[in-house]
């Protein structure tokens, strides 16, 4: 059965295109894995990859003029995505009711469809939830950040979906940051993922590839094939925090391990 798994944060700028790009990737190397760029307003999964000129994409899927399986591309390092490019007037006549059939139809195409999603809590971004299983949380530990994910997080309550848990992005960027626990106690979950600040993603960014596959021995690459394994049930549990057990309990719970 294909997990679609959904990544949500509600403030833009916290790493959620760049931990989808990398997360997959890791998760591509045990599981039959696609990226989705559910970000239709402001697409950044071509950006960051640096794919080749694109003729057909989710956009083109979604105005019927291309096959789900023609806007599917192979990346260099080996992961498989549906990128999307749009214009002004795309947005303008889009009809959002063909977004969730859309990709419920890929479901013959991956194990694991990780869906990045679009900055805030907008229309497409409901949608693009409603039409996942489960949910991720990718966050700053800033306030500002927490608070946003809060109003993602009472969303994905509120429309019943399984919230797998928090990820903490470039922790160790700035000296005043909120602590694990205090982020857990703010949105009531357990951090589950600790992505640290790591100059390697930047370079990686530079190189239009996943940190995962240009810096493997990274701390950000090895932080990611954790939680990797994590989502995927694999033994990777005890190197991810001192709550491991709590962890392993919780996620394997909500997986139905």
């Given amino acids: 059965m294909t997990r679609y798994i959904c990544i949500i944060g509600g403030k833009g700028g916290v790493g959620k295109t760049t931990s989808a790009i990398s997360l997959a990737h890791a998760m591509s190397r045990h599981r039959k894995t696609l990226l989705v760029d559910a970000n239709l307003t402001t697409p950044n999964v071509n950006v960051h990859l640096g794919a080749p000129i694109l003729r057909k994409t989710l956009m083109q899927v979604l105005k019927g003029e291309a096959s789900i399986q023609e806007a599917i591309y ?6 498989r995505i549906l990128p999307t ?12 009711d063909k977004i969730k059939a859309t990709l419920r139809e890929l479901e013959d195409e ?6 990045d999603t679009s900055a805030g809590l907008n229309k497409e971004t409901i949608i693009v939830m409603e039409a996942s299983d489960e949910m991720l949380v990718i966050t700053n530990p800033e ?3 927490v608070l946003d994910a809060q109003k993602a997080l009472q969303l994905a309550h509120e429309l019943g979906k399984t919230i797998l848990g928090v990820v903490i992005n470039k922790q160790g960027e700035h000296r005043h940051e909120l602590k694990v626990d205090e982020v857990e106690k703010l949105l009531d979950l357990p951090v589950i993922g600790i992505i640290p600040y790591d100059t390697a993603v ?9 940190v995962t596959h240009t810096h493997p021995k990274s701390k950000a690459s090895r932080s990611y094939e954790e939680l990797a394994g994590l989502l995927l049930g694999k033994s990777y549990f005890e190197s991810i925090n001192k709550k491991s057990s709590t962890l392993r309990d919780y996620v394997l719970k909500g997986l139905g391990f």
Avoid: C, F
């Avoid at 192979?74 to 992961?79: F, P």
């Avoid at 991956?110 to 869906?115: M, N, Q, V």
């Fill in 74 to 79: 192979s990346h260099e390092s080996g992961l």
């Fill in 85 to 96: 490019i749009s214009t002004v007037r795309d947005l303008k006549t889009m009809k959002y």
């Fill in 110 to 115: 991956a194990e694991i469809i990780i869906l």
């Fill in 143 to 145: 306030l500002s950040a």
């Fill in 202 to 210: 930047r370079e990686a960014l530079n190189l239009k590839h996943p």
